[in-house]
Nanobody, 123 residues
Framework: QVQLVESGGGLVQPGGSLRLSCVGSGFTLDNYAVGWFRQAPGKEREGVSCISTSDGSTLYAESLKGRFTISRDSAKNTVYLQMNSLKPEDTAVYYC????????????????WGQGTQVTVSS
């Protein structure tokens, strides 16, 4: 059974950092494209970043480049999202998702989703 569990969210002050984790169980994450998405209240779910399986290439939402970094840890079957210089507008529920594909994309058209983790950026 494919399962994804996100963790690492919380309350952080503007300018702070968080690292989100997405742990896969029942399958090997290295064989899947993995994406991070977020959804703020009253807004549509938007793509944040993703990482491919074929060459480990990554994509980022244009507005987040330079602040967020996605990475894999094969030994831990985990994908991380390092978020730096956080802003109040980064407040949202963050989801990871996987797809049986070699390349990734930022549209929320993935096969499996985690339950999400809340990130709140506020002073």
């Amino acid at each position: 059974q494919v399962q994804l569990v996100e963790s690492g969210g919380g309350l952080v002050q503007p300018g702070g950092s968080l690292r989100l984790s997405c742990v896969g169980s029942g399958f090997t994450l290295d064989n899947y494209a993995v994406g991070w998405f977020r959804q703020a209240p009253g807004k549509e779910r938007e793509g944040v970043s993703c990482i491919s399986t074929s060459d480990g290439s990554t994509l980022y939402a244009e507005s987040l480049k330079g602040r967020f970094t996605i990475s894999r840890d094969s030994a831990k079957n985990t994908v991380y999202l390092q978020m730096n210089s956080l802003k109040p507008e980064d407040t949202a529920v963050y989801y990871c998702a996987t797809a049986v594909a070699s390349s990734c994309w930022l549209r929320p058209l993935y096969d499996y989703w985690g339950q999400g983790t809340q990130v709140t950026v506020s002073s």
